[in-house]
């Protein structure tokens, strides 16, 4: 696939078969990963990939409730607060695979050097035929200490992007984008 079709046929997906994903086809990918750019080439990126099925489901549990409690704190509205409370509502979508991207430095620019790692990554993951979606909502409790700890993590990385990766039925119709606002100068 031409990275056009990547780019423009990339979707979060949602809904991913039982298939396991590969070493192989996940070493592929963070290999990609790796190709970003960063500031000063730091390549600070530390990647964790969990495909232990007691650990998913205790990152879809906790990573659900740090974000719920967020969500109150701040008050969410009440339709997202019951959409979360659920307990059907699984924020990893029962995905095979979570690919965790920490930046081991936490430098002014560790938050946008592995974003553009994960864009790689997701962009080589949909020309590999895969789906993935960046999970946000796992966000905090990674990055609490006791989600560091349960992932092996270093306690002073910065956890950036969760990115859960599977086989998908089909990837999901484009979600409409808003024209781009462009000020051109000259
Ligand atoms: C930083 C970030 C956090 C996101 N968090 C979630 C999330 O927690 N759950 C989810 O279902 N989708 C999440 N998404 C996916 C977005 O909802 C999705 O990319 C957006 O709706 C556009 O759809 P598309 O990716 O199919 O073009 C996240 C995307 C980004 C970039």
Redo the contacts with the bound molecule.
């Keep these: 696939m031409d990275l056009e079709t990547a780019i423009r046929e990339?979707?979060?997906v949602?809904h991913y078969t039982d298939e396991p994903v590969s070493d192989g086809v996940l070493r592929q990918l963070i290999d990609a990963a790796t190709l970003a750019p960063s500031a000063m080439n730091e390549q600070p990126w530390l990647f964790t990939v969990v495909r232990d099925k007691e650990l998913l489901k205790r990152v879809s549990r906790d990573g659900k409730a740090a974000t719920l409690a967020i969500m109150i704190a701040n008050g969410a509205p009440s339709e997202r607060v019951e959409k979360m409370k659920n307990p059907a509502y699984d924020?990893l979508?029962n995905a095979p695979a979570l690919i965790v991207i920490a930046s081991a430095s936490s430098g002014p620019w560790a938050a946008v050097n592995c974003s553009l790692a994960a864009q790689n990554l997701m962009l080589a993951a949909r020309a590999a035929g895969l789906g993935t979606?960046?999970?946000?909502?796992?966000?905090a409790w990674l990055a609490s200490a006791d989600g560091k700890a349960a992932l092996g993590l270093p306690p002073d990385c910065t956890p950036v992007?969760a990115i859960i990766v599977g086989h998908t039925a089909e990837f999901?119709p484009?979600?409409p984008r808003k024209p781009a606002e462009v000020k051109w100068i000259g």
């Design positions: 990339r979707r979060a949602r924020i979508y979606c960046w999970i946000g909502q796992a966000q992007a999901p484009p979600v």
